[in-house]
């Protein structure tokens, strides 16, 4: 508010001279309720207010303003609005580019809204002008004294910071009038939409001016509070300051004197541990450049944060710390045959790392990969050699992991960067030769932040792992005194030249007489201590074991027969918990009130041979399967099809079959066209397990033979082995595990390629007396053996 508001407020008459009509073109207004005597800009964007503007521009000036209840309505109607508004002139209007207007107004008067008049393009609206009251000649002393109370509120919120143009101060300080007086400091004081419009409605002067001094004395006292907190505010700061004067006074006078402060302590302790360490040389000059860097430093700096974090890894890491290996050999052969039972490969290659550990006494760790199915021992395998070595024990778990920082570590210029998870677990087992578990090594991932088998090559690589280098660190760790052990499924997933740097030893599932001595040795005992069920009270027979072997579970290892044998003593703990401590006995004919009915069938076996099926032998990771292969014939022309969700090369191994067939139809007794007008269809059932591989060559080429001849296969004749088109016979893997599959199905004869005779050794003796192995070269030794005259019942 500036001169002109002088001009209007001294010269009352202006108001009484201008004719106001009784019509006057309406404009909602948010946020703001505008007073008499205000001069203040607008800023119109609706159409329908841009609309009365220029309405009120063509014709009288004048319009009257009325403030929205609720701001957020685009489009009020009347009933949105307050009934009391104020009329004003359009002084000046600007077009803005962007469509707006921009307008100049100045308050009149008030005005009670009689009636809204349409509603497009704009409102119009019936007023009825509102006078105050008409004040006394003679002002009361109450009224006087009331005038000059709210003058000096005003002036003592101003001395507080309240911001009020000095010609509004000059013109209050001449008003004698309480109704100007109060619409002049309402409209001064930034008061809330709805205190504004309940000041706007008082008609009365002198009760409008006693709302206004009580809006005023809330004003005056949110201005010394706010004044309060900012003096707080002010005096921490200044605190801060002297504490910091103090402390830097505090470190000079202790230097005078030759004293140490808390820095100086901290980089004496690091220089203590430094030296404990005993670092490498190069190792240990990288530590000293760091501490160097770190006194010259502000003590709470986030630069100094990290150095010191550093210095901390620095000297927790074991550099020269080693356990002293236990090289009796018998002792530790004694720990590794307590805590599992056969493995003799594994067994036998950590005593030879023994016994050339006692010849010499600087040698580097083996690294050692642990190949075979989910449950046969491979990772509580690594706990016992380091128990049988006298080592500590980490263990860490690849699956998964994506990211080649998790091996190496993040560079220090990142923040909350850590080393990779090999230092961190030389750390974790505070010594430099612990026996370093790697499970899960065939199921690393890769993405864009890098490739962690990649960063394994090194670690894993006993030419270069002397001087392993972790981005954190930045420094060379010798890691050649780490014994390595990994884990995996399967050895294609993991690359070739990660697999070339470890000694594979495959680790076999187990046959059921093995499971049986394992459960009885090592799982009962451990899950009836685990269940608080002493020995006496639960007695399982060697039958029931073997009825949940092959019933309850189908697997190469241990995990879900000790899951059914915890089963079991849940269920004896609740009897015993309910009905009192009596003996449970446990056999083949009451296992299912323990277990429930039985999960899996005894393996198919035929009651006759017959034409068109062979028993073929499969590998999976679960162990071993036996697989019948239908083939039958009809009359077509020429077609082969081939069902049960094969893979690619097992579709080719049924060509390779055919393709025999055809080149041996002569021998055979078959006609020279005979696939001309035949059709073939060769299934493998379990349809919706995917099957694929080459060792059912052999299979699929006898059985397809067998429905070409009409000449049964031998049902107790079970078959593994490659096949090519000249008819040889190539060897397989998987071979122990798929006997044992031969053996759980009662076959008798095995045939088997002639490659594989050397690891026949791996068999179990007591299986190689019950099963006739007969080894084959070609095709022609295999229909030999398998379609031999037999009888049609056995």
């Known amino acids: ?44 964007g609706r159409e329908s207010s841009i609309n009365a503007v220029n309405e009120a521009l063509a014709s009288h000036r004048m319009m009257v303003l009325v403030s929205q209840k609720d701001a957020s309505v685009e489009s009020p109607t009347p009933s949105d609005l307050y009934d009391i508004g104020t009329i004003v002139t359009v002084i000046r209007m600007l077009r803005l580019p962007d469509g707006r207007v921009k307008i100049l107004i100045q308050g009149m008067a008030k005005a009670k809204i009689e009636k809204c008049i349409g509603d497009k393009p704009f409102y119009k609206a019936k007023i009825r002008k509102l006078d105050d009251l008409p004040e006394p000649e003679e002002k009361s002393l109450r009224l006087e004294a009331l005038i000059r109370n709210i003058k000096e509120q005003m002036n003592k919120a101003v001395s507080m910071g309240r911001i009020v143009s000095p010609d509004i101060l000059m013109m209050l300080d001449q008003l004698t009038s309480p109704g100007k007086l109060a619409d002049i400091i309402a409209s001064n004081l930034g008061l809330k939409v709805e205190d504004a419009q309940r000041i706007l409605m008082i008609i009365d002067p002198e009760e409008r001016l006693i709302k206004v001094g009580e809006l005023l004395n809330k004003e005056i006292e949110l201005l010394h509070m706010q004044q309060r907190i900012q003096t707080e505010a002010q005096e921490e700061i200044s605190k801060t300051q002297r504490e910091y004067y103090l402390r830097e006074q505090l470190k000079a006078i202790q230097k005078e004197l030759g004293e140490v402060d808390e820095k100086g302590e901290e980089i004496n302790e690091f220089k203590e541990k430094i030296t404990q360490a005993k670092m490498p040389p190069d190792v240990e000059k990288e530590a000293l450049k760091q501490l160097k860097r770190l006194e010259k430093m502000y003590p709470e700096s986030a630069e100094a944060t ?7 890894w620095m000297t927790e890491i074991p550099w020269s710390k080693a356990t002293a290996d236990n090289i009796d050999i018998k002792k530790a052969s004694g720990v590794l045959e307590e805590d599992h039972y056969d493995l003799e490969k594994v067994k036998e290659r950590i005593l030879e790392y023994l016994a050339v550990r006692k010849l010499k006494e600087k040698m580097k760790g083996p690294i050692l990969c642990f190949v075979g199915p989910p449950g046969v021992g491979k ?33 220090r210029t990142y923040v909350g960067a850590l ?32 490739d962690p088998s990649a960063a394994l090559l090194e670690v894993l690589d006993p030419e270069q792992n002397f001087t392993f280098s972790d981005h954190y660190l930045g420094v060379p760790f010798d890691l050649s005194n780490v014994m390595f052990i990994t ?26 007489e ?44 241990l995990r879900n027969i000790e899951r059914e044998i915890a089963t079991i003593c849940r269920k004896v703990a609740k009897n015993i918990a309910e009905n009192g401590k009596k003996v449970f006995r446990i056999n083949a004919g009451n296992l299912h009130k323990y277990l429930g009915i039985r999960k899996y069938l005894p393996e198919m076996e035929q009651e006759n041979s017959q034409v068109g099926v062979a028993a073929g032998l499969a590998w999976t990771q679960t162990g071993g399967e036996v697989m019948y292969i239908e083939v039958t014939t009809m009359k077509g022309k020429g077609t082969l099809t081939l069902t049960g969700q094969l893979g690619d090369v097992m579709k080719e191994s049924a060509q390779a079959a055919m393709s025999y067939a055809r080149s041996r139809g002569k021998e055979l007794g078959l006609a020279e066209d005979f696939y001309t007008n035949t059709d073939i269809h060769i299934h493998v059932p379990a349809g919706a397990i995917p099957k694929d591989g080459p060792s059912a060559g052999i299979t699929m080429g006898t059985a397809l033979i067998s429905a070409l001849t ?43 390629p002639k490659g594989n005779d050397k690891d026949i050794e791996d068999i179990p003796k007591k299986i190689r007396e019950d099963i006739n192995f007969i080894f084959v070269k070609n095709m022609d030794e295999v229909l030999k053996e398998a379609l031999k005259t037999v009888e049609s019942k056995h």
Do not use: C, W
């Not at 050895?491 to 059921?512: F, Q």
């Open 306 to 312: 990290t150095v010191r974090t550093y210095l901390e």
């Open 710 to 752: 009409s000449v049964s296969v031998n049902k107790d004749v079970a078959m593994t082995g490659e096949i090519t088109l000249r008819g040889r016979v190539l060897p397989i893997g998987g071979l122990k595990e798929k006997v044992l599959a031969a053996r759980r199905a009662g076959m008798k004869i095995v045939i088997l």
């Open 487 to 512: 884990t995996a499924n399967l050895t294609d997933p993991i690359p070739s030249a990660l697999k070339d740097r470890m000694e594979i030893i495959r680790l076999p599932g187990y046959t059921e």
């Open 514 to 557: 093995e499971k049986l001595k394992i459960t009885h040795k090592y799982l009962i005992p451990r899950q009836m201590e685990e269940h608080g069920i002493n020995k006496d009270i639960l007695k399982i027979s060697d039958k029931a074991i073997m009825k949940a072997i092959s019933q309850y579970t189908r697997e190469a290892g």
């Open 419 to 450: 080393p990779g998870r090999i230092i961190q677990g030389i750390k974790q087992a505070n010594s430099n030769n612990p026996v370093f578990m790697m499970d899960e090594v065939d199921k690393i991932g890769a993405d864009f932040r890098g």
């Open 1 to 44: 508010m500036g001169s002109k508001d002088k001009d209007l407020i001294n010269s009352g008459a202006q108001k009484d001279i201008v004719q106001i009509p009784d019509e006057l073109p309406l404009l909602p207004v948010r946020d703001i309720v505008v007073f008499p005597y205000m001069i203040i800009p607008l800023f119109i």
């Open 379 to 411: 990772t509580s395998l690594g706990k016992s050699i380091a128990r049988a070595l006298g080592r500590e024990f980490v263990r860490i778990s690849l699956g998964g992991v994506r990211d080649e920082a998790e091996i190496r570590g993040h560079r």
